[in-house]
């Protein structure tokens, strides 16, 4: 049911010019690179939650400059009934998958609370999801998606501290 779901999302980008797979494929690696994930487990998916509950954002430095805005900004309106409509598929089944009753709390979450904390977002992926969930394609892929919204949000939408003498130093050592 997974994978219905994972082909409903990467049309659904597709039709908006942007390859989401390849995408998030790159980040991950870059997320590897900066040392934001140890590799590609999912037990190191979990650290990083762990991580993000704490600290809320990413630790700069933030390489990564090249955005899409697609993919920051366009959802899918509705991937259940993609799924059901296109692969002819009992909505319901794909309603009881663990994934996408995990998606239904933080929705109801984001709902009931006026209030929203970010960092209890974090605990929700971090606590509920399993290690091994994010061996699913489309799983690891909403996930990523989510980090990859949250990893802009924390280079652009954040006051970083600016280290005055390392600047300083950048600055002398590139004249």
């Excluded at 190191?44 to 933030?62: A, G, K, W």
Aim: glycine fraction near 2%; charged fraction near 25%.
């Amino acid at each position: 049911m997974y994978a219905l779901l994972s082909v409903c999302q990467n049309e659904f980008y597709l039709q908006k010019g942007v390859d989401l797979e390849e995408i998030l494929t790159a980040f991950e690696k870059e997320l590897i690179e900066e040392g934001h994930l140890l590799d590609a487990t999912g037990k190191s998916f979990r650290i990083l939650f762990r991580d993000l509950h704490q600290e809320i954002y990413f630790s700069p430095p933030l390489k990564k400059d090249d955005f899409v805005a697609a993919a920051l900004y366009e959802n899918p309106a509705d991937l259940i009934i993609c799924a059901a409509n296109t692969f002819n598929v009992d909505s319901m089944l794909i309603l009881n998958l663990p994934y996408t009753k995990f998606t239904q709390k933080i929705n109801e979450y984001l709902t009931e609370n006026e209030n929203v904390s970010v960092q209890r977002l974090f605990h929700f992926y971090g606590h509920d999801l399993q290690a091994d969930d994010f061996e699913m394609p489309f799983i690891r892929e909403s996930v990523l998606l989510f980090l990859y919204r949250w990893y802009f949000n924390s280079k652009h939408n954040r006051d970083i501290p600016i280290d005055l003498d390392q600047l300083s130093n950048d600055i002398l050592d590139n004249n």
